[in-house]
């Protein structure tokens, strides 16, 4: 059984990583059973031995995997099939997604919701969560957050890629759910289970693939505890 670190809040239920959820969507993806461990921004030592001080991490008997990327690479080699790359050329695309969902859609959604993030984490985390996020933004979480009913216009327009993909395929690995998939939906995860604003339309078209994300390896996604 592989066990998971996995960033939980104050309750130890509401797991909110962007990066753990990608995981999750891969352990289910594989059929792989796992044990999650709640973790919390502030528990470095119960992570040391991974050598780094960021969740996820897994551990697979003797093995310790950390980052989400190199974790998915991991239970490919493990567990060939089902597939989350489909190869080496679906796996060069699924860095690309990889990357542009780190670089566009995680600071875009970081800044609609990091003062909702505060009211979520552990009462010992709030501390480390206000002083570290206020000094990589420079300014408060309150001024980060604020505009995003109109800033959340432009957020929306980026994710203009997957709605065009979308319009022409079920999945963004295809005719099947692939990592991609678990790359976009682990991170429209975050938001999901931190906050009641809406980061992407109500109404728009990602809406109909991400309900059929969270209905998929029994409703993980669906299942999990929210705001
Ligand atoms: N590139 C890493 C990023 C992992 C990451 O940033 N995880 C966050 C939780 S969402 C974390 O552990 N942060 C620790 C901290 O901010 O101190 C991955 O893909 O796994």
């Known amino acids: 059984m592989i066990t998971l670190y996995d960033l939980a ?3 130890p239920a509401l797991r909110f990583s962007p990066y753990c959820w990608r995981t999750r969507f891969a352990l289910a993806h594989k059929g792989m059973p796992v044990d999650t461990i709640p973790w919390r921004f502030t528990d470095t030592d119960a992570i040391a031995f991974s050598g780094q001080g960021r969740v996820p991490v897994i551990r697979d008997g003797g093995v310790v995997v950390s980052d989400s990327w190199a974790i998915a690479e991991y239970l490919e080699e493990q567990c060939p099939t089902p597939a989350l790359f489909g190869g080496a050329l679906g796996r060069a695309h699924a860095r690309f997604i990889n990357s542009w969902v780190d670089s566009v859609m995680v600071p875009g959604i970081a800044t609609l919701i990091v003062r909702d993030l505060l009211d979520v984490v552990a009462d010992k985390d709030k501390d480390y969560f206000r002083s570290s996020r206020e000094s990589r933004f420079g300014r408060t979480l309150e001024e980060v ?3 995003r009913e109109q800033r959340v216009l432009a957020f929306r327009a980026s994710l203009a890629p997957i709605r065009l993909v979308l319009r ?3 999945w963004l690995g295809g005719a099947a759910p692939s990592y991609a998939d678990h ?7 975050w938001a999901r289970c931190t906050s009641k604003f809406s980061v992407i339309d109500p109404q728009g078209s990602i809406v109909p693939w991400f309900e059929r994300m969270l209905d998929l390896y029994g409703g993980l996604g669906r299942a999990a505890r929210t705001v």
């Open 145 to 147: 957050q604020a505009g």
């Open 183 to 189: 790359i976009v939906a682990g991170t429209l995860m």
């Open 168 to 170: 022409t395929q079920p």
């Open 9 to 11: 809040g104050a309750d």
